[in-house]
Structures are given as structure tokens and as C-alpha cells.
């Protein structure tokens, strides 16, 4: 409830704001015709049963599909291997596969790096491994 009186009490937005809303939501795709300028403040009725988490507008490459996992979550021919062995010895999935890119990008970013080490896709094999073993 909340969520939904917040946008009540925000004062209007000041013509810099309303300029960057309107550049956000142009790149975005959500200008048309009858709402070439946006004036009034964005605003998201979230559902009452979403979790904090899903509140945040911080994203991450979670929603990457499989052809960007492949072009970002390059390895080295040892952590390709690495990787491969995992994948048959553990019975991982496709599924598996991409989470497991993803989350070694994440990690590699972290520490700052360019590429995926085979620190960070050992790492995330070992949390995929936890989670399975966790929710199995």
C-alpha cells in the first residue's frame, strides 16, 4: 500500500527530470505518439507478495539468454574443460550450463576481471552444486 501512496506525495518533477525520464523511456521503446513527453513520475504498482529482493531495480545478467551467455562467458581451453567435466560427472544440465557461465561472469567481475578464471567457474560449480544439494 505503500508502494501505491508514494507516487502521491513525490513532488512534480522538475523539467531536467522529466527531460531524462522522456530520453529513458525513448531509448526504452515506450514513446509514442500520444505521450511524446513524459511529465509525471514513472511508477510501478509492485504485487503485494514480492520479495525485497524483487523490489530492487538493480539487474544483473540472470535474464542473459543462452546466444549472450556464449558471446559474454568466453573461457580458456582449460576452464572450457574444466567446465566440461563438471557438466558429465555432476549431470548437469543445459540449464545448469548457463547459470553456471553466468554466475563465473559475475564472480570474474567482482574481482575485476576481463576474463573468467578457473577460480571463478570452480566457484560457481560448487555453488551450483550446493544448490542442488540444498533443494534436491
Known sequence: MLAKRLATIMPAMTESEAIET??????AGLIDSR???IATRPF???HHTI???????VT???AMPSKLVRQ???LEVESHALLEQAMNDLNFS?????????VSRTLADLDGEKQIQARHLLEAIQYRSLDRNLWA
Open 72 to 74: 559474454h562467458c568466453q
Open 44 to 46: 510501478r504498482s509492485p
Open 60 to 62: 544483473t545478467n540472470s
Open 94 to 102: 543445459a540449464r545448469a550450463h548457463d547459470r553456471i557461465l553466468k
Open 51 to 57: 520479495s525485497d529482493a524483487g523490489q530492487s531495480t
Open 35 to 37: 505521450h511524446s513527453f
Open 22 to 27: 522522456t530520453k529513458i523511456h525513448s531509448v
